[in-house]
């Protein structure tokens, strides 16, 4: 009761008011706030199209990789028990948006801000029979509203580093009550599960499952090989880099490494993808190119004249784009961090990333497991990436490493669903 005073009382305002300032100067916190307008009106009157007869299982992400991540389980599920509804809450715009199509969740959301009054309406209305959260995003008066409710809650494809802060008394206190109002903690892998060991708890089912982004990569790279959006005489004798979801960080390294690349490796091929293809960023890369690598606009490869650089400049085809590469660059290394490293490795394709890699555990894993390499400058980017071209039988090593990393990992979804389905 204490810890649920000092939030509500202390925290929430505070996280309030500072969401409203900051979209006041930061576009995508506008578009969160203004999608939340009136949500809970717009949330009463779609879930009324639902049948009250049917169980409920909500699924909340914080953004659209989260979701990715749940995409697998939501799929196994809906396949044995199709009658059963799901809700897919998201906090940013971006996997709110992004996840508007998706054709196997039977609604799609937002969470509302978390106040304790917003969260007993949301799941008043919701009424769910479970609910999951995916990975790490678990809302405070959310997860105390489903514990009044009797719902069972889950975090699934759970990790939590390590920090020094957790260590601080008050704050760990905090955490350590918020994690015993779970029933299941379904952790990526052993370290995951010895981490939340020290919080000492006593309520959840604490288990390691696996992590079900080796599921849905491996699922999704057999739906893309049948997915062809270039046309193979293009690719023909040519050596494919696949960029995936770069940053301009990324490109500031990369372009030039591929330009000195190009004029020892002529019948290089590169597929960029950046991870938002607005109008600024295009021209920022084809100014970057300067004409020493003719390039062309993914949307106009109807105009194909022998350029060698194609700039996607449109979303949602990345996975599938990677099956043409020979070698791989996967985005936010030099950012924030690395995105998702299992998609290209999926096709059996070494991959290369940047420094900042320690916030994902499978770039850890392909370092370990030798199937790709980080570099930590432009000189090793250069290095690295003219090696797995240039050298069939290491890019072939690499590549049959990646494939069987991804091989080894599948099947968490199977784990975590043999807890659900017992509620259902």
């Given amino acids: 009761m204490i810890w649920k005073l000092l939030y509500n009382i ?26 939340r307008k009136n949500i809970m009106q717009q949330f009463r009157t779609n879930i009324n199209r639902l049948d009250p007869d049917n169980k409920r299982v ?40 992004h996840s508007l199509s998706y054709k196997l969740a039977d609604m799609i959301v937002y969470i509302p801000f978390d106040s304790y009054s917003n969260a007993k309406t949301f799941l008043e209305i919701m009424k769910p029979t479970a609910a999951v959260f995916m990975r790490y995003d678990i809302w405070p008066n959310h997860l105390w509203a489903l514990q009044r409710l009797g719902v069972p809650t889950f975090i699934a494809n759970a990790t939590l ?10 704050i760990r206190q905090f955490i350590r009550s918020l994690y015993n109002s779970l029933d299941y903690i379904l952790t990526v892998s052993e370290n995951d599960k010895k981490v939340f060991e020290k919080f000492h708890l006593i309520n959840p089912t604490l288990e390691v499952m696996g992590d079900t982004r080796y599921d849905q990569v491996w699922k999704r790279s057999a739906e893309s090989k049948n997915k062809k959006l270039i046309n193979q005489n293009i690719l023909a004798g040519k050596k494919v ?77 990345l996975m599938v784009l990677y099956q043409y590469g020979h070698v791989a660059y996967v985005g936010g290394g030099f950012g924030n961090g690395i995105h998702n490293v299992l998609e290209p ?72 669903l043999s807890h659900l389905e017992k509620i259902l």
């Fill in 10 to 35: 202390i925290i929430v305002p505070v996280m309030w008011i500072g969401f409203q300032i900051y979209g006041l100067v930061n576009r995508k916190a506008a578009k969160a706030l203004l999608g």
């Fill in 345 to 416: 490795a999926a096709y059996g394709i070494p991959v290369v990333f940047g420094p900042r890699h320690l916030n994902s555990q499978e770039a850890i894993a392909v370092i370990r497991k030798q199937a790709g390499l980080m570099g930590s400058d432009s000189d090793e980017l250069y290095n690295h990436i003219k090696l797995l071209l240039i050298d069939d039988h290491r890019q072939k090593e690499f590549g049959n490493r990646a494939a069987e990393l991804i091989r080894k990992n599948v099947g968490a979804t199977e784990r975590i």
């Fill in 58 to 97: 909500w699924f909340h992400s914080s953004s659209m990789g989260e979701f990715e991540q749940a995409k697998p389980i939501i799929a196994e599920l809906k396949r044995r028990k199709p009658d059963v509804k799901i809700i897919a809450s998201f906090f940013s715009p971006s996997g709110y948006e």
């Fill in 161 to 170: 580093q390590e920090k020094l802060y957790r260590n601080i008394p008050v």
């Fill in 241 to 317: 880099f696949v960029i995936g979801s770069s940053w301009k960080e990324d490109e500031e390294q990369l372009i030039q490494v591929l330009i000195k690349i190009y004029l020892e490796i002529p019948q290089l091929m590169v597929i960029l993808v950046p991870h938002e293809p607005t109008e600024e960023n295009l021209e920022f890369i084809e100014n970057e190119l300067n004409g020493k690598i003719r390039s062309i606009r993914f949307s106009h490869m109807h105009e194909y004249n022998n350029e060698q650089f194609i700039l996607v400049d449109s979303v949602g085809n």
